[in-house]
């Protein structure tokens, strides 16, 4: 089994910063794509940011130039970065990871148990 476990939310003041960590470990596998999405209260679940295997990012409108999404292919590890914080970044953030599971041979999709941001104005 893949667990994925998240670090990094928290309390902050507009304008500020914080940084979210997520880290698959468990079956061997490979990872096809991270990333991360949120969920605020009474609205559905949206994807903030996403990172390709290779590399390649994309990022939700409201969030560009603010957020900056990576990973550390070592430490199975990808981060979101979350500068200039403002009241309706408020949510639920979840990392998700599509994985290749070498000893089941398929490819599966994982989500972390969320970690809660408040940006307070």
């Known amino acids: 089994q893949v667990q994925l476990v998240e670090s990094g939310g928290g309390s902050v003041q507009a304008g500020g910063s914080l940084r979210l960590s997520c880290a698959a470990s468990g079956s061997t596998f490979s990872i096809n794509a991270m990333g991360w999405y949120r969920q605020a209260p009474g609205k559905q679940r949206e994807l903030v940011a996403h990172?390709?295997?290779?590399?390649?990012?994309n990022y939700v409108d409201t969030v560009k130039g603010r957020f900056t999404i990576s990973r550390d292919n070592a430490k199975n590890t990808v981060y979101l970065q979350m500068n200039s914080l403002k009241p309706e970044d408020t949510a639920v953030y979840y990392c998700n990871a599509d994985l290749y599971i070498y000893y089941q041979g398929l490819r599966s999709t994982f989500w972390g148990q969320g970690t809660q941001v408040t940006v307070s104005s």
């Open positions: 990172i390709t295997g290779g590399g390649s990012t």
